[in-house]
């Protein structure tokens, strides 16, 4: 499979929608088993044993003994692009196709956006042993036709030695210097939490505002505080999901609730500003007379990718006639969480325009084709021991 057959298998997968005319696909959505559908078949077309386990991971094996596991996300955000994951289980068979010198499992992970749930890599931290098991992310695997009960069966094989995944950067660095490729050396940390604002719904007409505990107005002020916060602390943070309860024209809202991401470099930095914005919520919701809670839905420290698999990903890179840019990610990958069993790597294409979590994410072919020939270099030279 070169290149362009690569791009044309995103851009099918990409038909699996819940949403008609926008490409959104979350965890164990029924979109996902026509893709298992799909991935399965270029799975074993390619010589590889496939199995879906039951934390809806899509499983291929080639070859036994040893192996490395390349791999990324099949499921996207809601109106996503075609790429974001997918074109790394994409590369992953394409480089099996090509015959590689030893054993590779390509996996295909059920969810890493934490969508659904709010809950992030809920794939992945199954073959790192340490399953999300809530109780609403159980009861999606029953209804899928999946057994909870196998999830243990999930952790990666030992055979397992390393992990790469292949990724677009999903923002501007590369294309502002005209880089085919970057060596990711570092993944930010990042954390999620719910914060919850209760206040009363009440008659938007005839309630003064003195008498109000309008649970929306605190939310509001909390997160103009999140803003303002991020620039003064230098880090990132997103209220990506509002949620407004009654959501009526005319109905003070009574409930609202927000989400929050949040990332940075250093796991003190960001652990310091959760505290000063959950501190920052609680005096709001007194102030304001109203009732907030605050849930930390996960928390990944940042991590930092393996010295030997980089500097031969590098060195790969550098044979391919690409200059072998290191770079950090300010994106969650797998390759966070696999790197807590696996020595772990990853290899970035340009997002053209630093575009992402967009239906105009893009990728370029001759980007694909250099990818595949750094995967090609690195097997040669990597060894599973
Ligand atoms: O949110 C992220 O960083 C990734 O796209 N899941
Ligand atoms: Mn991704
Ligand atoms: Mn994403």
């Known amino acids: 499979m070169d290149a362009h057959a690569v791009i044309h298998r995103c851009l099918t997968l990409a038909r ?60 996207t955000v809601p109106q996503a692009g075609a790429f974001d994951g997918v ?15 030893y054993s590779i499992e390509v996996v295909g992970f059920s969810e890493e956006e934490g969508v659904r749930f709010r809950v992030p890599f809920i794939g992945s931290r199954a073959l790192a042993g340490d399953p999300v098991m809530d109780d609403a992310v159980l009861e999606a695997i029953r209804a899928f036709g999946l057994d909870p009960q196998e999830i243990p069966k999930a952790v990666m094989a030992r055979e397992v030695r390393g992990y790469l995944e292949f990724h677009i950067e999903q923002g501007p660095v590369l294309d502002q210097r005209n880089l085919a490729l970057g060596v990711v050396e570092e993944i930010v940390g990042q954390s999620r939490a719910d914060v919850l604002f209760q206040g009363k719904a009440g008659h938007a007409g005839t309630t003064p505002m003195t008498a109000r505990s309008d649970a929306l107005a605190a939310a509001a002020e909390w997160i103009g505080v999140v803003e303002k916060t991020a620039l003064e602390e230098g880090v990132v943070a997103t209220v990506g999901s509002l949620d407004v309860q009654p959501g009526a024209v005319n109905v003070i809202p009574g409930l609202a609730r927000a989400s929050l991401d949040l990332r940075h470099k250093n796991a003190g930095k960001m652990a310091k500003t959760l505290e000063t914005l959950q501190t920052s919520a609680e005096a709001i919701a007194t102030r304001r007379r109203v009732s907030g809670w605050w849930e930390l839905r996960s928390t990944q420290p940042p ?83």
């Not at 699996?16 to 490409?23: A, D, K, Q, R, V």
């Not at 074109?87 to 010198?101: C, D, Y």
Request: glycine content about 10%.
């Open 16 to 75: 699996y929608t819940e949403e008609p005319g926008h490409i959104t696909r979350r965890f164990l959505s029924p979109p996902m088993r026509e893709v298992h559908h799909e991935v399965r078949r270029w799975m074993e077309e390619a010589g590889m044993r496939v199995s879906v386990d039951a934390a809806g991971n899509i499983r291929g094996v080639y070859g036994s003994g040893p192996r490395l596991m390349i791999g990324s996300h099949l499921d």
């Open 87 to 101: 074109l790394g289980v994409m590369i992953g068979i394409a480089l099996v196709e090509r015959k590689p010198p």
């Open 303 to 385: 991590v930092e990718m393996n010295r030997v698999m980089t500097s031969v990903l590098a060195t790969a890179v550098k044979a391919s006639g690409h200059r072998p840019f290191r770079l950090s990610s300010g994106a969650g990958h797998d390759a966070m969480i696999l790197a807590r069993k696996v020595p772990a790597a990853m290899l970035f294409l340009r997002s053209p325009g630093g575009i992402s979590h967009h239906p105009d994410e893009k990728v370029a072919q001759e980007d694909v084709e250099a990818a595949l020939g750094v995967g090609k270099r690195f097997l040669e030279t990597w060894r599973p021991v």
